[in-house]
């Protein structure tokens, strides 16, 4: 599509469920990244990839948190037993690699509650 | 010292006021250098790439200083819907992770 498309727009778990959201890049976009913005408006940068491959996780929590971009489905971003500090706003952005430098393109966002 | 700095604001203006903000990046090898504006959480968009040779868009104006490793933007004849938080954002290289500023915030107000 024309915009990158993130599900769900909310999503309430309680503290130890698991949480798993999804995003699908704008159409022809090889990069694939994911941030989270807690309450001080901070992004912080989790995971990219390109295409179907890592490219830079070193954002990743080590525990709990995990990512996949599989070929002809979302991208998607899956925590594992949420703790409290997981709330916040996920972001996911693409990229095109036709060009050297580009700008991201960012989703509406994930808001995730965990009570 | 955060990789990209922005005076927090907020910065309370009238309408039709003109207004600067200024950021500073520490990685000199930085490539590519972005504002973007974000509303009430929703998602960052856009609002304009920025040149070593400065550049111009309507009444909003950004310049780079590589030298100083400086980033500005001018908003000149502020509307009530600019307001919003203007996000500093720096990029290493193609494929690289954004760097972000923590914003300023903008109120315009009648």
């Known amino acids: 599509g024309e915009e990158v498309a993130q599900t769900p727009k909310h999503l309430v778990r309680g503290e130890g469920q698991k949480a798993k959201l999804y995003c699908a890049p704008i159409k022809g976009h090889s990069y694939v990244f994911w941030y989270q913005q807690v309450l001080k408006n901070e992004f912080k940068f989790l995971i990219s990839f390109q295409n179907e491959n890592v490219f830079d996780e070193t954002g990743m929590p080590k525990e709990r948190f995990s990512a996949k971009c599989l070929p002809n489905s979302p991208c998607s971003l899956e925590i594992q037993a949420t703790k409290l500090e997981d709330s916040a706003v996920y972001f996911c952005?693409?990229?095109?690699?036709?060009?050297?430098?580009?700008?991201?393109?960012f989703g509406d966002g994930t808001r995730l509650s965990i009570l | 010292r955060k990789e990209v700095e922005q005076d927090p604001g907020p910065f309370n203006v009238p309408e039709g006021a003109t207004v600067a903000f200024n950021c500073t990046y520490s990685n000199s090898a930085s490539q590519s250098f972005f504002w973007y504006r974000q509303d009430c959480r929703k998602e960052p968009k856009l609002l304009m790439s920025?040149?070593?040779s400065g550049n111009e868009d309507g009444r909003f104006t950004a310049q780079l200083n590589r030298a100083s490793q400086y980033i500005s933007l001018l908003i000149r004849d502020s509307k009530l819907s600019d307001s919003a938080t203007y996000l500093c954002v720096v990029l290493a290289g193609s494929g690289d992770k954004l760097t972000f500023g923590t914003g300023t915030r903008l109120a315009v107000r009648p």
């Open positions: 920025v040149y070593s």
């Open positions: 952005a693409s990229s095109p690699t036709d060009r050297l430098n580009q700008p991201q393109h």
